[in-house]
């Protein structure tokens, strides 16, 4: 079974700083990546999606996942968090790029001034 | 602008009664999903359709019915709601299957059974 481990339930950082939320996921094959968004009272929103090739993505605002299949990881990064970062962040994982995507329990990220 | 909507946003139901939540997409997806989210869990998928006219259970379907009667709209619906099925219910589109995963989400509609 697939499955999606985000080991943080929250991270506090400070505006300026570098930030790594971390993202394990378990499959027997390369699955679909995916890092969503969600902002208070909101839905998901897209960040960035990895289906093969180079390992790091960039997505939007300047946040960018790199890929590990050693690791078997997908970590979301960023140089510089802003306040308007702050919002729940979430791994998730399509194994065939079918219909089925299963999401990780979210990390919540304040970003503090 | 392409976009999935829902309705209502915010719902008070009684136990026993009946609720219909609605979701519209205009992304022209073949696929649409039901998910519900709850603090700790993330998100579980309740039902999916491939395309009109067809209804597939999801992870958590007891309880819980899809329609799907157009390309544009999906719906779930409760026939018998209980307190546990309070939650926020959020609803996507997407075109797997054509070598693209991600989904595209609704607002959410915040379910409260009383």
């Known amino acids: 079974a697939q499955s999606v481990t985000q080991p943080d339930a929250r991270v506090t950082v400070s505006e300026g700083a570098s930030l790594q939320l971390r993202c394990k996921y378990s499959?027997?094959?390369?699955?679909?990546l995916f890092w969503y968004v969600q902002y208070p009272r909101q839905g998901l929103q897209l960040l960035l999606k990895y289906y093969s090739g180079d390992p790091v993505v960039q997505g939007v605002n300047s946040f960018e996942a790199e890929f590990s299949k050693s690791n078997s990881s997908f970590h979301l990064q960023k140089a510089s968090v802003h306040w308007s970062d702050s919002a729940v962040y979430f791994c998730?994982?399509?194994?065939?790029?079918?219909?089925?995507?299963?999401f990780g329990s979210g990390t919540r990220l304040l970003v503090s001034p | 602008e392409a976009a999935v909507t829902q309705s209502p946003r915010n719902k008070v139901a009684v136990t026993g009664g009946k609720v219909t939540l609605s979701c519209n997409q205009t992304n022209n997806h073949n696929n649409m999903y039901w998910y519900r989210q709850d603090t700790g869990h993330g998100l579980r998928l309740i039902h999916y359709?491939?395309?009109?006219?067809?209804?597939e259970k999801g992870d958590i379907p007891d309880g819980y019915k899809a329609s799907r009667p157009s390309q544009e709209n999906f719906s779930l619906i409760l026939e018998l709601a209980t307190p546990s099925q309070t939650s926020v219910y959020f609803c996507a589109s997407g075109d797997a299957g054509q070598g693209r995963a991600e989904q595209f989400f609704g607002p959410g509609t915040r379910l409260t059974v009383l």
């Open positions: 499959y027997s094959a390369t699955p679909y």
């Open positions: 998730a994982l399509s194994p065939t790029g079918g219909y089925k995507v299963v």
């Open positions: 359709s491939y395309g009109a006219g067809s209804t």
